[in-house]
């Protein structure tokens, strides 16, 4: 299952990386109509639109089957692959910036997702969707999924009007929560399609139907606010934020659900922490610092080209160029000063 799961995981990140980036650009194309952003649907008459939704559900059609063979904290992790993906093609096809910080924060979220998939938890084996309906009953993820749901609404219902056009977390925690509901779904129906496979009754079963519905509706919010966040803020904004989030909150649904923390040892404890610390530190420098042009004139003069030995004579350009990050002093201590050098 980890071959698989693996090799799923990584063309599933691919076609998401890839769908955010079409999808933005047929939001852009929008040309004054009713903009996702406020509420139109505007772009559901544009094929750039549609042709990233087709490999979105590519990407998570081939997610979907790597939860089924392999564990959520696996999995999971991976999607930093996808920020990766959307970052490259966004400064290629949409002339969004990637500079230096961008990509050393590539490197970082490879290297992190490393470590996690290296040390990654095993999770309780769940292997019939009676075994899975008992896990849904669990007090502790009953809880989750209620605060989960609560805080949905209020950010959708009251944080959204008041503070969505200006504040990217709003609706980007919309899409998270949810979204950490819609792999315990995801989870449960591959469940029990490897039932259905292996010849069992699993159609009339009614847990199947009801994780099938919860996992529509999941989706379809998650769109609907994914949408309105992409029109809104930057394709290099939206995708890492969701990522670091997204990641937490499944990682926290998936501790409760199938307590895959439960019998770790310590070095695998402290190496999935710290692989995902180095996927957040990844993630924040390419988002950080995504307007910082990156130049040779902010490095220091005994970096710059040409000044690689700092024992040559300064030039009056370079002394210049130096004055010119001093700071000045306002004018009524410049005139004091002047005067004291006077008398």
């Known amino acids: 299952g980890f071959g698989a799961g693996l090799a799923l995981a990584l063309a599933s990140s691919a076609f998401i990386g890839g769908s955010f980036v079409l999808k933005k650009k047929g939001l852009l194309r929008l040309c004054g109509r009713a903009r996702a952003g406020q509420g139109g649907h505007a772009y559901l008459r544009e094929w750039l639109w ?13 997610n979907f089957a790597a ?12 999607g930093a692959l996808s920020v990766l993906v959307s970052a490259v093609l966004s400064s290629i096809f949409l002339n969004e910036q990637l500079n230096v910080h961008g990509k050393i924060g590539c490197v970082l979220s490879i290297l992190g997702s490393t470590v996690m998939v290296i040390h990654a938890p095993q999770e309780e084996e769940v292997s019939s969707l009676e075994s899975m309906a008992e896990k849904l009953k669990d007090p502790g993820f009953i ?19 008041r503070y969505g056009q200006s504040n990217v977390l709003v609706y980007v925690l ?8 819609s792999v315990s779904c995801v989870k449960g129906l591959g469940i ?29 919010i998650q769109i609907n606010y994914l949408n309105k966040a992409l029109d809104i803020f930057n394709t290099s904004v939206v995708t890492p934020i969701y990522y670091v989030l997204f990641t937490t909150a499944v990682m926290m649904c998936s501790a409760i659900l199938f307590k895959e923390w439960q019998h770790m040892v310590l070095d695998n404890i402290i190496g999935s922490i710290s692989g995902f610390l180095t996927i957040v530190s990844g993630i924040f420098l390419l988002h950080a610092f995504r307007d910082l042009p990156f130049t040779p ?24 160029q130096l004055c010119q990050h001093q700071p000045l002093l306002p004018s ?5 000063q002047s005067a004291e050098e006077e008398e």
Request: glycine letters at 8%; aromatic letters at 8%; charged letters at 15%.
């Open 50 to 62: 549609w042709a990233g939704l087709l490999c979105m559900g590519v990407g998570e059609a081939a």
């Open 67 to 78: 939860y089924a063979f392999a564990p959520a904290t696996l999995v999971t992790p991976l």
């Open 143 to 161: 809880v989750f999924a209620v605060c989960v749901l609560v805080s949905s609404l209020l950010l959708i219902f009251v944080a959204g009007p």
């Open 174 to 181: 919309v899409c998270s929560a949810i979204g950490s509901l």
């Open 192 to 220: 029990a399609l490897k039932e259905l496979f292996s010849g069992k009754p699993v159609l009339k079963e009614p847990l199947g139907w009801v994780l099938l519905v919860c996992l529509v509706i999941c989706i379809s």
């Open 297 to 320: 004139s902010l490095l220091p003069l005994f970096l710059q080209p040409g000044r690689a030995d700092p024992h040559l004579p300064w030039s009056s350009a370079d002394r210049h």
């Open 332 to 336: 009524e201590d410049k005139d004091s």
